[in-house]
């Protein structure tokens, strides 16, 4: 049985998600705040977090930004207060899913929770020790950490990093936008305007000097993506050139 994390200080709708969901063969968590919810996550496994972005004294695209770049669990934000295209185009930037507006229907809530539970993360396991070195960066798959020439870290979402590791696993070779929907995690039945532009220009502004004028990952008009750079890849035995 699938389980639902729901977090909204909102007793009455936090009652009614759950016992919603809940006749649909889904388990459902219901709690307040950041700290129960980071409790569950420690005890148990969570499949779909739904998450209030007003939550009293809390900003819930914190908890957005602080899940996202730690689990590949799907996020869905709800909201009925903060509902311009800037706070959903953030929402997504930092990781989420899926945003949905208050009020809604219970139906279509239903199906967007089913579709967010389909959503399968490019798995990489700890034992795959390869790293990919390209221009000015490597990013190691076990660790998952991008690294630059200074040896520091850039923090990744896990939509970036499954993003970036589909560019990587096949430099100068164009990918569509339903490529990459898939292997970034974002909805493959509901499409969101400009989510994998949203995806592209993260990724832009932590790899390229200048976002604007990309040199590593650039655009096939009309096509798709793709990422102009030889990719060398290593392990523990050897090094071989993608």
Do not use: C
Not at 14 to 41: C, E, W
Not at 127 to 153: A, C, M, N, P
Not at 199 to 209: N, V
């Amino acid at each position: 049985m699938k389980h639902v994390l729901v977090v909204d200080d909102d007793k009455a709708i936090r009652g009614l998600l759950a016992d919603y969901l809940s006749k649909y063969a889904l388990r459902v968590t219901a709690v307040t705040n950041s700290h129960d919810a980071s409790r569950v996550f420690a005890a148990e496994t969570v499949d779909l977090l739904i998450v209030d972005l007003n939550l009293g004294h809390e900003d819930g695209l914190e908890i957005v930004r602080s899940l996202a770049s730690k689990t590949d669990v799907p996020i869905i934000i709800i909201s009925g207060h903060r509902l311009e295209e800037a706070d959903k185009v953030v929402g997504l930037e930092l990781g989420a899913i899926d945003y949905i507006a208050k009020p809604f229907a219970m139906r279509e809530f239903l199906a967007r929770v089913r579709t967010g539970l389909r959503y399968r993360p490019m798995r990489v396991t700890d034992k795959d020790r390869r790293t990919y070195v390209f221009s000015d960066w490597k990013l190691k798959l076990w660790k998952r950490q991008l690294i630059g020439l200074d040896g520091e870290e850039t923090k990744l979402t896990a939509g970036e990093f499954n993003l970036l590791v589909a560019f990587l696993r096949s430099p100068r070779q164009i990918l569509t936008r339903e490529q990459l929907l898939s292997a970034s995690r974002v909805h493959d039945e509901e499409v969101f305007d400009r989510s994998i532009d949203v995806l592209i220009l993260r990724l832009r502004r932590k790899l390229e000097s200048d976002a604007s004028t990309p040199r590593l990952i650039k655009t096939e008009r009309g096509a798709g993506y793709f990422l102009d750079a030889d990719v060398e890849t290593e392990d523990a035995r050897r090094s071989s050139v993608s």
